[in-house]
């Protein structure tokens, strides 16, 4: 039953890097103009790099680290009239630790894929309450560009989680602010904007420190989903 459970996590993962095929940047150039919402955009494109923020409401513990691959797909919403397809996918990768002595942890993340650069990272606090219910909370930042725009992400996000066998489910919400600014473009423009984002996911761990894990998250648009595999030490 477990293997059956990680093979299916794991087969839903692997499936949505196949349907990113779209170059970012090349389908942003093409299609945006004068009357393009870049307001809109600018919101969908923070909410992929912000569903990086946290998987699980706790982390690992000095000397403990984390590392994972986290591919990300939001369906842009309704007036977004720059993107041509179904979702903005981007593939990440992170790492976190905790740093001592100050107690706040330390998370790292970046992307090349299809056209997007992001590096960035945050810090982050971790505490329990009642034993049982993990809650992260954090505050990130990450600069992302493409070859028709830069971005300024700022992100701030809550979550909290719980154990259950081999399952950590987890909930939480957060708030990205992007600052874009266009190039290559007779009329650049610049656009500064914020979105919330609701989740709601699950951590599967049946082969430690192996896990996998998906969610859905409710933004501005549709929604989206995003899934994930690592390795934890604790």
Do not use: W
Request: with cysteine; hydrophobic share 40%; glycine share 12%.
């Amino acid at each position: 039953m477990k293997k059956f459970i990680l093979v299916s996590l794991f087969s839903a993962i692997l499936a949505l890097p196949a349907m990113a095929d779209t170059d970012l940047g090349d389908d942003f150039g093409k299609h945006f103009g004068p009357g393009s919402n870049l307001a809109a955009y600018n919101k969908d494109i923070n909410n992929l790099i912000g569903l990086n923020d946290f998987h699980s409401g706790s982390a690992p513990a000095f000397p403990g680290f984390d590392l994972g691959i986290t591919f990300n797909a939001i369906k842009p919403s309704d007036s977004n009239n720059i993107t041509s397809e179904d979702y903005l996918m981007a593939g990440f990768v992170s790492a976190s630790t905790k740093i001592p002595v100050i107690g706040l942890g330390a998370v790292v993340r970046g992307t090349y894929f299809n056209g997007l650069e992001s590096i960035g990272g945050g810090l982050t606090y971790h505490t329990t309450f009642v034993e049982f219910l993990n809650v992260s909370a954090g505050a990130f930042y990450d600069h992302a560009s493409t070859d028709y725009y830069s971005l300024n992400h700022y992100s701030a996000s809550v979550t909290a989680s719980t154990s259950l066998l081999v399952f950590t489910p987890y909930v939480g919400l957060g708030y990205d602010y992007g600052d874009i600014s266009t190039r290559k473009f007779a009329q650049n423009r610049s656009s500064k904007d914020g979105a919330m984002r609701y989740t709601v996911g699950v951590n599967a761990t049946l082969f430690p420190p192996i896990y996998v894990f998906v969610a859905y998250t409710k933004t501005q648009g549709e929604g989206c989903i995003n899934g994930g595999v690592g390795i934890s030490f604790l």
